[in-house]
């Protein structure tokens, strides 16, 4: 259960639909189970109001099943499976209880598997999220979808590298509206200066293994974004779509405290 689940639990207590006690029970319910393998943060929704996140790589099909079952027991709703390999969801599929399966989705272009439907969008304004090359778009769209599953609307703009600088400065008025940037890059990672330059708000500059010899997979363009000159760009580690997304989502759910 996430926070924004509590107020329609209140409702149903408030239409007699739920008891006192079964909201208590849901609310205060085990902070977490105990798999062996694995030890499931059940209170983390109502904690931190983002459910448990899944890493599937260097987990079995069988581990990832297990946790994600454990979650939804537990009353989480949606529940997002990263870096889960084509083969590894396959095998899930056949793990799953039916009416779980039915509700996974698995994104093959950024190998996020997605547990139930993402809320609707209730941010400030909208996330954007811009990558470099079509080659970094398998970051991309992990950001982008993390942003979705925590209830930001998302506009992607891909392949609008420094490269061809005109098909990213044809995107002002998308960059001027934003209340979060992610900026997905490799190569020398120019990207996330350049939008820097040009956004109001926050960006998020994430790097990519992208890139020839000398990038060494993203060690340059990550240094290039740690040096950046532009005010308001911070860095998340080579490859992690996910955590430039989750920033980006509490970016843009902040509040303006009176």
Do not use: W
Request: one cysteine or more; proline letters at 3%.
């Amino acid at each position: 259960m996430e926070r924004r689940d509590i107020p329609s639990l209140l409702d149903a207590v408030a239409a007699g639909r739920l008891s006192a006690e079964e909201a208590e029970t849901r609310l205060s319910g085990t902070s977490f189970v105990d798999l062996g393998y694995a030890k499931p943060d059940l209170s983390r929704g109502l904690r931190q109001g983002v459910s448990e996140v899944i890493y599937g790589a260097g987990k079995s099909a069988e581990q990832v099943a297990g946790i994600l079952e454990a979650l939804v027991a537990g009353g989480d709703k949606r529940v997002m499976v990263t870096r889960l390999s084509a083969e590894k969801e396959h095998e899930l599929d056949a793990l799953l209880p039916q009416e779980m399966a039915e509700r996974f989705t698995y994104h093959a272009d950024c190998a996020m598997g997605i547990y139930g439907e993402a809320p609707e969008p209730d941010g400030n304004a909208y996330v954007l999220v811009m990558c470099a090359g079509t080659s970094d778009i398998f970051v991309a769209e992990e950001a982008a979808l993390t942003a979705e599953m925590l209830g930001s609307r998302v506009f992607r703009v891909y392949d609008a590298g420094v490269s061809g600088i005109h098909r990213l400065l044809a995107h002002a008025d998308d960059i001027a509206g934003a209340s979060a940037i992610v900026a997905v890059a490799g190569m020398e990672g120019a990207l996330a200066s350049v939008v820097g330059g040009l956004a109001a708000c926050p960006v998020i500059a994430c790097p990519t293994s992208v890139g020839y010899g000398a990038s060494f997979d993203g060690i340059a363009a990550l240094l290039a974004m740690l040096n950046s000159c532009a005010s308001g760009v911070s860095v998340v580690n080579i490859d992690n779509g996910f955590g430039a997304g989750y920033q980006a989502a509490l970016i843009d759910h902040a509040r303006v405290r009176s």
